[in-house]
């Protein structure tokens, strides 16, 4: 009786040890790592649901961009037209007919919907096209302030009876006829015969000295070319995933009036309506909405923000948005991947750590059993062979060598802890190179995505910009016309203009040789380097000499270069004359080339070295930068931008080292022609 006891002890601590070891073989794959997928699955879901946002919210910004743009060319070239010297000459003559003719050649020219002359009590001097009855003049906030004396520009809703009035067409075209929509909020409406109108109005001068107005319009009602635009301007082919599709709708009120959603294959959503949820959040209470949204059929990721006319009110809304499908999808499909394989590995994993365990907790109750015996005094008990061969078969048969080779083992544990230390080291080093390499990649591709967005940017922005150049330049050459004579007494005024005028080109060139480099290439030829460098010398040869600077010339290069001499001959002046503004007080200029490898390679290394006031090391990193400039006004931040990317065109390099106070090195390495 006294050992019954003593073996329940042993089996409870033996299925003590065999509980514990199943569930350090079943934990880790049951519990914690569904655990941990869950939890990952989450957070993915939810930075995945934040991409989709943050795109939507990106796209947004461009559409508005975009409806600003045109918002403000249309004003620019009605001021532009009242200020010209035509528009003067033909409002001068007194002749409403010859006016009103004037203004349809324009309207037709700057593709409005009508354009007219108002005086200063509000009538009618002349219109295009002609009226059809009394249109409404007085009350606009965009007319009064033309009467004021000052531009403006800005969106207004016109009623059906004053679109008939400026011209029965423009209310045809307006008249939208409203489509059932799912959740929508409730209307007894049936058609929509307002009309979202581009309201700008520019101040002239009418004979005998009066002041009036030029007021124009752009009716944006079933402007379908204007939504495609920005349709096409945020979702470019390829810049959405298979089966999503992006969509761009500007609405009146909670109805669209422009759109490319299709209500079904051939026909757009015109007349339908917005959620009543979206119409609540952006109409009513002014918000901008950045999540679903149910549009017309079909869930998207979308964004809404509020339309303010004239007058401050919300009168409509801008949306952009892609459907949301394919992203559920692909979550779905993840989610069902990341459960099948997780399933698949449990069902291969279970049943070989169940083995392994039970290959465990049988030896081990053997030798317990074992030791039970020599305690109760059966000191030729053995465990004899487990028949597995591991660890615990080795302990159960060296037991009773055990403290003879405590000591030795303890010796060969700590080499192996050093051993292991030193692997450690070895690896913790290789993981920080390839940390440092990982991060140098990433920062280049981050460059490199900026710079394509940038270049995207300003390459709109630059196209843009030429047509009011053209337009100040046809205007100036008409002024001189009209002046004759007289145009000598505003020599100095007409000549500063033009100055302005081909800076702007200059600076228009340089965003355009910045966004399309490759459009501006030039024929690559072999050049000696000092040649290119002495062509230069006479280009900023006043410069130098304005500002005291000398120079001095070392030109050991021996080999040939294959560049555009016009773009090397850019890039050099460009950093001569960056050398002379750090130079205010005067210096000397360093100018050498060398023969010199890089990287194995054979080539010519040419550098341009100032005494000047230096660069502070946080100033270094951004000189490379599009825009950068510490010059003010005077810059444009793209020469340095342009410089390296012809270099880097041609498989070099440009670098620079600068100290405070001590002077700038720059550095142009190219390849030896081959």
């Known amino acids: 009786m006294s050992d019954r006891p003593a073996d329940a002890g042993r089996t409870r601590r033996s299925r003590s040890v065999r509980v514990r070891l199943l569930s350090i073989a079943l934990l880790p794959t049951l519990v914690i790592l569904p655990l941990f997928l869950g939890f990952t699955m989450a957070r993915w879901n939810a930075r995945f649901d934040a991409l989709l946002i943050s795109k939507v919210n990106g796209d947004l910004t461009i559409a508005h961009q975009y409806f600003r743009r045109l918002l403000d060319n249309t004003g620019l070239r009605i001021e532009a037209l009242g200020e010209s010297a035509r528009f003067q000459d033909v409002a001068d003559s007194g002749d409403a007919a010859a006016l009103s003719a004037f203004l349809e050649r324009q309207r037709v020219a700057l593709g409005l919907d009508y354009l007219m002359v108002v005086g200063p009590d509000g009538r009618i001097v002349a219109s295009a096209p002609a009226p059809a009855g009394r249109p409404e003049t007085t009350g606009w906030p965009v007319v009064a302030t033309a009467l004021a004396g000052r531009a403006a520009t800005a969106i207004d809703v016109f009623s059906a009876g004053q679109l008939g009035a400026i011209a029965p067409a423009l209310a045809q075209r307006a008249l939208i ?12 409406r049936t058609v929509e015969p307002r009309g979202m109108m581009v309201h700008a109005a520019s101040p002239v001068r009418l004979p005998g000295g009066s002041r009036g107005a030029l007021v124009g319009g ?73 999540d679903s949204a149910f549009v017309v059929n079909n869930w998207y990721i979308s964004g809404y923000e509020p339309i303010v006319d004239s007058f401050g009110r919300r009168v409509g809304m801008l949306y952009v948005g892609f459907l949301q499908t394919p992203f559920t999808r692909a979550k779905t499909e993840t989610l069902f991947a990341v459960v099948f394989a997780f399933l698949v590995v449990a069902a291969l994993s279970v049943p070989i750590f169940l083995r392994w365990a039970r290959g465990i907790f049988e030896p081990l109750e053997r030798v317990v059993g074992t030791i039970g015996r020599v305690e109760r005094g059966d000191l030729g008990a053995r465990t004899g062979p487990t028949g597995v061969g591991d660890e615990i078969s080795r302990v159960a048969h060296h037991l009773d060598g055990l403290l003879d080779r405590l000591q030795q083992r303890d010796r060969e544990l700590r080499n192996w802890n050093e051993e292991l230390n030193r692997r450690v080291a070895e690896r913790t080093g290789e993981l920080e190179r390839a940390n440092r390499q990982l991060e140098a990649t990433t920062k280049q591709l981050i460059v490199s995505e900026k710079l394509a967005a940038i270049g995207e940017i300003t390459a709109g922005v630059a196209h843009e910009i030429n047509n009011p150049i053209a337009v100040l330049q046809g205007n100036l050459e008409v002024v001189r016309e009209i002046m004759g004579d007289r145009a000598e007494d505003a020599k100095t005024e007409l000549r500063l203009i033009d100055d302005q005028i081909h800076r702007i080109s200059q600076i228009v060139t340089k965003l355009l040789q910045f966004a399309k480099p490759e459009e501006y ?22 410069l130098l000499d304005r500002a005291g600077i000398r120079v001095r010339r070392e030109d050991t290069a021996t080999r040939l270069v294959l560049m555009n001499e016009t773009e090397l001959q850019q890039v050099l002046v460009n950093l001569i004359v960056n050398a002379i503004h750090a130079m205010p007080e005067g210096g000397w200029l360093d100018l050498t080339s060398r023969d010199e490898d890089l990287d194995d390679r054979r080539g010519v290394a040419i550098t341009v ?63 030896e022609a081959a």
Not at 237 to 264: C, K, W
Not at 521 to 542: D, F, K
Not at 624 to 649: A, M, N, V, Y
């Open 521 to 542: 290439a030039g024929y690559v030829e072999r050049h000696r380097v000092g040649e290119v460098i002495s062509g230069c010398l006479p280009l900023v040869r006043h």
């Open 218 to 290: 752009l009716l944006l009602n079933r402007n379908l070319m204007f939504i495609d635009t920005i349709n096409n301007l945020v979702y470019r082919r390829a810049s959405l995933p298979e089966g999503s599709q992006g969509t761009a709708t500007l609405f009146l009120d909670d109805v669209r009036i422009s759109t490319n959603v299709r209500l079904f294959k051939g026909r757009r959503a015109l007349g339908t309506r917005v959620s009543s949820a979206v119409r609540t959040a952006v109409l009513d209470h002014g918000r901008t909405w950045l």
């Open 177 to 188: 006829p409203l489509v059932p929509t799912a959740d929508a909020a409730p209307t007894r």
């Open 609 to 671: 070295r100032d005494t000047g006031i230096g660069m502070s090391a946080e100033l270094l990193q951004k000189i490379f930068d599009p825009f950068f400039t510490t010059k003010g006004e005077r810059g444009t931040g793209l020469g340095l931008s342009i410089s390296q990317t012809l270099i880097s065109r041609q498989g070099g390099s440009l670098t620079a080292t600068s100290t405070p106070g001590q002077g700038t090195t720059f550095t142009i390495w190219l390849p």
